[in-house]
């Protein structure tokens, strides 16, 4: 499904340049659940920007679904965003300004999808969270597990099908964190979503099938 | 989508209720002013486009070449308009029009009727003045024909019906009879007139010659041209008409006329030659630019605050680009959220327009509009309002959905130098302007003091004055008049006069004597009076001597001229014009005396040659010199007198400083609110200021904290705070002096008495402007400065 052929990151520093990412080779497959790990500063995060389009990679080839991605032009991108890929972030980005609700229709607004169906479909994420009680609350109103889960509520309501996570349970404590990743485990299992996570920890990590180590930009 | 974009709209004013409030303030204000400007404007241009066969009436002017010197004139001679309607098939009609005014007797009371026109029978079809009773045809045919406003004939008559009723005219002398109603005439006619009296009555009715004094100008010529002539081939064909008709006459008296045609539409704004009411292109541009500058202060601010504080709205933008918008998407949610607040002070302005519109028709000296919404530009207004919403908007849209989810969303994104320069250049741009605007201020009012005070050759101060209207021209009366007053306490002096300064003047054909010897003609002012006038006002003789009662052929035969007729006929020293000959309206003599140039017009006009004669028969007005202290007992005893001369006149005085410094209106007017606009962009920079000092504070909290830990006083932070802005106002400042200095230069030259544009003026507002920015960061950075950093740096 994911096939990255010699990528490689940097960033201009100065005269020279700050290597992220050296000829990283990786493919994942449908309806995998990865874990990539490393020290901070390795570059696993850029990977996974990399992977979610929100960054492109200085050399090498990306193909999504067997097609080129650096080919795409913006709007092809930002289709494949929509309809392709769910993001989750470890401090949740949550727009302040909308309830729980609004949030996550937000992604639905943006796919065009007609206000009958968006509000089946925010009602049914909702349901099956069980935050329908909380629709109408301001993030700043949750605690952090929650706002989380309205975060990955909203990564799936649009039906992706992959998810990337950036360490999505980093602000958590352990209790909210087993949840988190119980979660993930059944969008994976049961929806079949492709999952690709960031993660410290090697409890989390574990719930993966398979774990890539980053090292100094390398697949170790 | 869209009611999601305005749903977070209004979620974010009310959530930064500070800065929503200030931004809409300052949207507000500068719409309203925009606005009110964009009204009067609008006014302005609207002058005589209300006639329907406008596109095809021109007003006839003269150009008048002496060997000295060109007059550009406004007005023709009587027998010009009816000559060429005669020799051109291309012109369909012709109307002269003559201002005039009247004292219409009405029972026991007497009115002093100032706008009257006296005109061809044509007017009323050439003009869209509608009448609504009376034969568009008729109205104006018979002698002593009178055709009155709609408010006029209910002044005089009430509801009864005023057709064939007759009004006394100029106590009792003629009896007027009422032909036609006319509606009232808008403001925006450059013919203000309540009254319109029929032309026959001068020729017909009083014998005057119209037909045959080629060279007596006073008539205001109208041409209507059949649709499709071409008025420029019209022109062209003048010089032939008038070698015709009088190019002997031009000849003998070496006067040469050309006549002009200029449209109708362009009589009140463009011409540069006089009308009855004239507007100001000057001030009509001036307003515009002030009212653009204004919108500009405020459409900066809400830039500048906007850019400023983005990086408050970046997470937002990362997120919802991972999430999957487009930038356009982005965009347009910000546009929107600005087009709200725009949307919003629009409605603010509307009734803020609506609630100044009396102060504002009072400020610009004529009702431009009663209801904002009973005019089309409300329109406009709301385009303006869109505009201005997308202008504001645009830029920090742009900014704002291109930030990258990435760097955003990695949270080491704290503050931006994007827009920094940008930011800065917009300040010094802001304060620039108000600097302009600031200086622009103390030169009008130094201009405006400078022609109050300013030394004017005469003396204005305690001249009482009444007109002798109404008293039979005979001069043992008037020997009587003036010795009765004399003899009132409180009295000074008294003279008699054709004219005073300030006041209107006749001018008559004259020939005067060369330095060749040679006898130049020439229209020439003139002043009537009796041989105390020069004393009285203080007029200094330089050269020969005055006119006095003492030498008998000083009445008939002597003239006094001043230092810019000696100039205009080649004398190089007044001592030279002494002795010369003169030839004016059936009197030959010499010139007595030359005396000091004296400001007879107001101080926008040069001095020209006039010249001074005794000729009771002109005698007009009364000056009387009165002590200040007994001034109310003078007018008092003058008052009576008069109304014992003449019981069927009107009394009427004014003090000859009074009418002398009216002439100013138009220029305080235009102080006041070059004044107002000032104070207005002033208060938005203000609030703009304010705004990004109040954001940096907040920004620069703990560095506050800091520094204040490590030992720094308040004034070394008031000072850190503020220099970075006060550097930019001394920016501004340089920018603003030449381009303000250009300005007002141009806006001067309108006097022909000036002041200098002194630098320091310069400085002065400089100073200002610095002065008002400490002020205003001050309220923020004082408070920043004097809090306890513990409790900034603990937050953190």
């Known amino acids: 499904m994911i096939q990255l052929k010699h990528v490689s990151k940097h960033y201009p520093v100065g005269f020279g340049k700050h290597e992220i990412l050296n000829d990283i080779d990786l493919t994942i497959f449908e309806g995998e659940f990865v874990s990539i790990m490393g020290p901070s500063g390795s570059g696993k995060s850029t990977l996974l920007h990399i992977l979610g389009l929100l960054e492109e990679p200085s050399r090498g080839e990306y193909l999504f679904e067997g097609e080129s991605v650096h080919k795409m032009n913006e709007k092809k991108r930002t289709q494949l965003h929509r309809g392709a890929i769910g993001f989750v972030f470890q401090a949740y980005h949550l727009i302040d300004e909308l309830t729980v609700y609004e949030n996550i229709e937000t992604p639905l607004l943006y796919k065009n999808v007609p206000a009958s169906e968006r509000k089946s479909r925010v009602a049914d994420v909702l349901d099956r969270f069980n935050i329908v009680a909380k629709k109408d609350l301001f993030p700043n109103q949750l605690s952090g597990g929650q706002q989380q889960l309205v975060g990955i509520a909203r990564a799936i309501v649009a039906e992706p099908r992959v998810i990337l996570a950036d360490e999505p349970t980093g602000n958590l404590h352990s209790d909210q964190a087993k949840e988190i990743m119980e979660l993930f485990k059944l969008l994976n299992e049961k929806d079949k979503i492709t999952i690709i996570q960031v993660t410290h920890s090697d409890v989390n990590a574990a719930y993966g099938h398979r774990i890539i180590q980053i090292r100094d930009g390398k697949i170790a | ?796």
Not at chain 2, 494 to 499: D, F, G, M
Not at chain 2, 549 to 566: C, F, H, K, P, W
Not at chain 2, 641 to 660: I, S
Not at chain 2, 727 to 756: D, G
């Open chain 2, 1 to 796: 989508m869209i009611r999601n974009y305005l749903k977070i709209a209004w979620r974010n004013i009310r959530k930064q209720k500070f800065y929503a409030i200030l931004n809409i303030l300052g949207l507000t204000i500068g719409m309203t002013c925009c606005f009110l400007i964009f009204m009067y404007v609008r006014f302005e241009l609207s002058y005589d486009t209300f006639h329907k066969q406008g596109d095809h009436i021109y007003r006839v002017v003269t150009d008048v070449k002496t060997p000295t010197e060109l007059i550009e004139s406004g007005i023709t001679s009587m027998p010009m308009g009816p000559n060429i309607n005669a020799d051109f098939p291309e012109v369909k009609a012709c109307v002269r029009i003559l201002q005039d005014d009247m004292l219409v007797l009405a029972g026991e009371n007497k009115y002093h009727e100032s706008k009257v026109l006296v005109a061809d029978s044509g007017f009323f079809s050439m003009f869209s003045f509608p009448l609504i009773r009376g034969d568009i045809k008729r109205v104006l045919a018979e002698p002593f024909s009178l055709v009155l406003s709609e408010s006029k004939a209910k002044k005089y008559f009430g509801n009864a019906d005023p057709i064939g009723k007759t009004l006394e005219v100029e106590g009792k002398k003629y009896t007027m009879k009422v032909t036609g109603i006319m509606k009232d005439i808008p403001e925006n006619s450059h013919l203000p007139f309540d009254m319109v009296v029929s032309m026959t009555t001068a020729s017909k009715g009083l014998g005057v010659d119209l037909e045959n004094s080629w060279g007596n100008f006073g008539a205001m010529t109208y041409l209507l041209l059949e649709p499709g002539a071409d008025a420029t081939k019209l022109e062209r064909k003048l010089p032939d008409f008038m070698e015709r008709h009088v190019g002997k006459m031009m000849k003998t008296s070496n006067m040469y006329y050309t006549l002009h045609l200029e449209r109708l539409k362009d009589v009140y704004m463009t011409s540069k030659k006089t009308a009855p009411v004239k507007g100001s292109v000057t001030n009509v541009y001036i307003f515009s630019f002030i009212a653009l500058f204004i919108m500009l202060i405020a459409v900066i601010n809400f830039v500048n605050l906007a850019t400023a504080r983005a990086t408050e709205r970046a997470r937002e933008v990362g997120v919802r680009k991972a999430v999957g918008a487009y930038e356009g998407q982005l965009t347009l949610q910000f546009l929107c959220e600005t087009l709200v607040l725009a949307l919003v002070a629009f409605v603010l302005s509307l009734v803020l327009c609506q609630l100044l519109l009396p102060a504002f028709n009072m400020l610009s000296g004529k009702e431009i509009a009663r209801y904002i919404f009973a005019n089309a530009a409300v329109i406009w207004f709301f385009l303006i309002a869109v505009a201005t919403g997308l202008l504001a908007g645009i830029y920090p849209a742009v900014v704002l959905s291109s930030y990258k989810p990435v760097v955003v969303l990695k949270g080491a994104f704290s503050s931006s130098t994007k827009g920094l320069f940008l930011r800065q250049g917009l300040v010094i741009l802001q304060f620039a302007i108000t600097i302009i605007l600031i200086a622009g201020v103390l030169i009008v009012y130094h201009q405006l003091t400078y022609m109050q005070e300013k030394d004017l050759g005469f003396k204005k101060e305690q001249q009482l004055v009444i007109e002798l209207r109404g008293i039979e021209k005979k001069e043992d009366k008037w020997v009587n008049i003036k010795q009765e007053i004399l003899q009132m306490p409180g009295v000074t002096g008294v003279t008699l006069s054709s004219s005073i300064p300030s006041r209107e003047h006749s001018s008559a054909y004259s020939k005067m004597e060369m330095k060749s010897g040679e006898m130049q003609a020439s229209n020439i002012d003139v002043y009537f009076v009796d041989f105390d006038f020069i004393k009285q006002y203080g007029i200094k003789v330089i050269a020969g001597r005055d006119i006095s009662g003492q030498m008998g052929t000083d009445s008939t035969r002597a003239m006094l001229v001043n230092e810019a007729t000696v100039k205009s006929l080649g004398y190089s020293k007044p001592e030279d014009i002494v002795g010369k000959r003169f030839s004016q309206w059936g009197r030959d003599g010499k010139v007595v005396g030359v005396v000091k140039n004296f400001n007879y017009h107001s101080l926008r006009d040069d001095i020209h040659p006039l010249t001074i004669r005794f000729e009771p028969g002109s005698f007009e007005l009364v000056t009387i010199g009165v002590r200040p202290e007994q001034a109310k007992k003078v007018v008092a005893g003058v008052e009576s007198l008069y109304n014992r001369y003449a019981p069927d006149g009107r009394f009427e005085y004014f003090f000859v400083d009074d009418a002398f410094n009216r002439q100013y209106g138009n220029e305080e007017r235009f102080g006041r609110l070059v004044l107002t606009a000032t104070l207005l962009a002033i208060s938005l920079a203000v609030l703009g200021l304010l705004g990004l000092i109040s954001y940096i504070v907040i920004q620069r909290t703990k560095e506050i904290g800091i520094r204040k830990v490590l030992g720094a006083s308040v004034g070394s932070i008031l000072f850190l705070l503020s220099k970075d802005f006060l550097k930019l106002v001394l920016i501004a400042l340089l920018i603003a002096m030449p381009l303000s200095w250009y300005l007002m230069y141009q806006w001067l030259q309108e006097f022909a008495y000036r002041i200098n544009i002194h630098w320091s003026v310069f400085l002065l507002a400089g100073a200002l402007a610095l002065i008002i920015a400490f002020l205003a960061m001050s309220l923020q950075t004082v408070r920043a400065a004097l809090s306890n950093p513990v409790r900034s740096l603990r937050t953190e």
